[in-house]
């Protein structure tokens, strides 16, 4: 048995979320749709049951949440995990904003404007919005630690 290290295991971790357009999700008409295309967006997740620690917790979200990070190169990563479709989705939507970022860009993103352009503001729910931000500032604290020291080791 094989154990990896935070960098090598970085495409263990790694979903595809080029999916993700923010314009098609602007097109859609209604809430409705919008909540069905985040399900849709958390699909694009995969299952990370090495995540699932006390460690990886985010603190801040009502539904059980874990969020890794790895940088490589100066750009970080970052592996999420919920229970909650929703909050899925939603961090599909957040990963796919700061994924490959460095320090700089990533403490410019402005987070309140997304929620704003994308009228998340009015539709998220008090406890869905703190957990959606709580994502956001854990990313943040993730990344100021530095270099892949916050991503499990995999065994395969």
């Known amino acids: 048995m094989q154990k ?6 970085a495409d263990i971790f790694h979903d595809d979320l ?15 749709a ?17 995540l699932r620690t006390d460690t990886y ?15 490589i190169a100066g750009k970080h990563q970052f ?4 229970d909650s479709k929703i909050i899925r989705g939603l961090g599909a939507l957040l ?7 460095n320090t700089h860009t990533l403490k410019q993103f402005n987070i309140e404007r997304l929620l704003i352009e994308l009228d998340l503001k009015h539709h998220l729910s008090p406890s869905r919005s703190n957990g959606f931000l ?10 100021a630690l530095g270099k892949n020291t916050s991503m499990p080791s ?3």
């Open 134 to 143: 709580a994502l956001f500032h854990r990313a943040l604290k993730l990344a």
């Open 57 to 71: 917790r985010v603190r801040g979200c009502d539904t059980a949440a874990w969020l890794g990070h790895w940088e």
């Open 95 to 101: 990963l796919s904003q700061i994924n490959d970022k």
């Open 154 to 156: 995999v065994s395969g």
């Open 34 to 50: 919008r909540y069905k295309q985040f399900v849709i967006w958390g699909k694009l997740l995969s299952e990370k049951p090495t």
């Open 18 to 32: 080029s999916a993700i357009n923010i314009s098609q999700l602007q097109s859609l008409q209604g809430w409705q």
């Open 4 to 9: 990896y290290t935070a960098a090598p295991s």
């Open 79 to 82: 592996a999420l995990d919920a």
